[in-house]
């Protein structure tokens, strides 16, 4: 690839240049994506993942939890039942009211 610089403007120039610059940022992470995605697919080939083969198994996301009180006050206001009570649960459950009055 030949390019005569000379006959571009500034502009060309300083696009060129911020065009390498991500393309230089960027190679070793595309060359590893390849290289993950050839090992992937012998793998696949030889009838095993990559996770098995390698004792490395892919991280799952947890989906949230579902809400399981709402405030009554304001019904956008939920909580799952999982980590620290919020305020209004608490208040709540001091001012005399059930858990099960909040339950949604």
């Given at each position: 690839?030949?390019?005569?610089?000379?006959?571009?403007?500034?502009?060309?120039?300083?696009?060129?240049?911020?065009?390498?610059?991500?393309?230089?940022?960027?190679?070793?992470?595309?060359r590893?994506?390849?290289?993950?995605?050839?090992?992937?697919?012998?793998?696949?080939?030889?009838?095993?993942?990559?996770?098995?083969?390698?004792?490395?198994?892919t991280?799952?996301?947890?989906?949230?939890?579902?809400?399981?009180?709402?405030?009554?006050?304001?019904?956008?206001?939920?909580?799952?039942?999982?980590?620290?009570?919020?305020?209004?649960?608490?208040?709540?459950?001091?001012?005399?009211?059930?858990?099960?009055?909040?339950?949604?």
């Amino acid at each position: 690839m030949s390019f005569d610089l000379n006959a571009l403007s500034l502009k060309e120039l300083k696009d060129l240049q911020t065009q390498v610059s991500r393309a230089i940022a960027t190679y070793e992470d595309r060359r590893k994506k390849e290289a993950l995605a050839e090992l992937e697919e012998k793998a696949r080939a030889m009838g095993f993942s990559l996770a098995e083969l390698t004792g490395v198994s892919t991280s799952r996301k947890r989906a949230p939890a579902a809400a399981k009180f709402a405030n009554p006050a304001n019904m956008s206001e939920t909580w799952s039942g999982r980590g620290r009570k919020p305020r209004w649960f608490v208040e709540a459950i001091n001012s005399g009211r059930s858990p099960d009055d909040l339950a949604v």
